[in-house]
């Protein structure tokens, strides 16, 4: 059988790649005749995956509620690994080191497309949680969430650090003490981040033993996180841009969105979700792991804003206000409902 000019070419070009880093060209194509073809199932590790689900009651809707959290999971890698781009510009971090020079060369067009695609994962997501608003049995998840006690949705790191390179940590600050922290140290900022309000007993301010854990397990992770992207994220790769490129009308449709996406959409539909499990005559259930739900999720109370200079003062001061109101609406709704 004859070897065409394109296959000793292609040949060629391997022989190149290799011996550039030191390696033999046979030993990989003996590599390839002795390998097996590749398989779907053995590429996306089905069987791994579907054995991932492990419930911790009979109930049947228990692994609709692990699958759809372990799906979740899946966006939010999805969602970083296209931030981790913007924020490296496709480089590695070996290769920026202490030098910012390396703004300079972020391409706008990459900007928004990257921004695009983090979007569209993040309304996908929203636009499928109704799987966890309709897809159990009410009487069922009332139950199988006892099991789950003290872990919780809350402990979603991913989460975290998406929030933490996306914008500068003073917006992120619990809403009354930002303004005083607006001009601190990062590490103190992120010690008063707003979500380690979200899981403490009301009544005392005591954390809960969902925050005790998560803390223990990732807050230093994520003072090491804040040190690497806090330089580096994506407000301070929008600033770096030229002021032509800052008035992008793409750029900043695509940064307002993910504002919406994160700070309003996202947390509401977990707020819907829970209205419509947790709420009962006479008084509200706590959120699995003793979450303060009510207080914790509604956009308006916490007021997160990732990039408050695109907003006009109007739209700041309303900020997920219309959504809440009817978020309330249908939570009355669904309240004079319930059976007594």
């Not at 897809?135 to 009332?142: D, L, P, V």
């Not at 006009?312 to 939570?331: C, I, P, R, T, Y």
């Amino acid at each position: 059988m004859e070897i065409s000019d394109s296959t000793l070419g292609k040949l060629k070009i391997l022989k190149e790649k290799y011996t550039s880093i030191g390696q033999d060209l046979d030993a990989y194509l003996d590599g390839l005749i002795y390998a097996n073809p590749l398989t779907y199932w053995d590429y996306i590790e089905v069987d791994a995956l579907l054995s991932l689900q492990k419930p911790k009651t009979d109930f049947p809707d228990e692994k609709i509620f692990i699958v759809y959290h372990q799906i979740t999971e899946l966006y939010f890698s999805l969602i970083s690994h296209e931030i981790e781009q913007i924020c490296k510009n496709g480089k590695n971090i070996s290769e920026i080191g202490q030098d910012l020079g390396w703004f300079d060369t972020l391409s706008v067009s990459f900007f928004i497309e990257r921004l695009k695609r983090v979007n569209k994962y993040f309304e996908a997501l929203t636009n499928s949680f109704d799987i966890m608003r309709f897809g159990m049995e009410r009487e069922q998840f009332t139950k199988f969430r006892m099991s789950l006690l003290s872990a919780s949705g809350f402990q979603t790191a991913s989460y975290r650090y998406i929030e933490i390179a996306s914008t500068d940590l003073k917006y992120l600050v619990y809403e009354t003490e930002r303004q005083a922290l607006m001009d601190a140290d990062i590490h103190h900022q992120l010690d008063n981040i707003y979500w380690r309000r979200g899981a403490v007993v009301e009544a005392t301010g005591a954390k809960t033993l969902t925050l005790v854990d998560f803390e223990a397990k990732y807050m230093e992770k994520f003072h090491e996180f804040a040190d690497q992207y806090q330089p580096m994220n994506l407000w301070k790769k929008y600033q770096a841009l030229s002021p032509a490129d800052q008035k992008n009308p793409d750029l900043i449709k695509e940064l307002r969105e993910l504002d919406v996406n994160v700070n309003i959409n996202w947390p509401l539909v977990h707020y819907r979700t829970a209205a419509h499990y947790l709420a009962q005559k006479g008084g509200e259930s706590k959120g699995t792991g003793g979450t303060n739900w009510q207080n914790y999720l509604p956009p308006h109370f916490q007021k997160r804003i990732f990039y408050p200079p695109l907003w006009s003062e109007q739209e700041l001061a309303e900020w997920g206000k219309a959504w809440v109101d009817q978020v309330f609406s249908d939570h009355l709704k669904t309240e004079n409902t319930i059976p007594g």
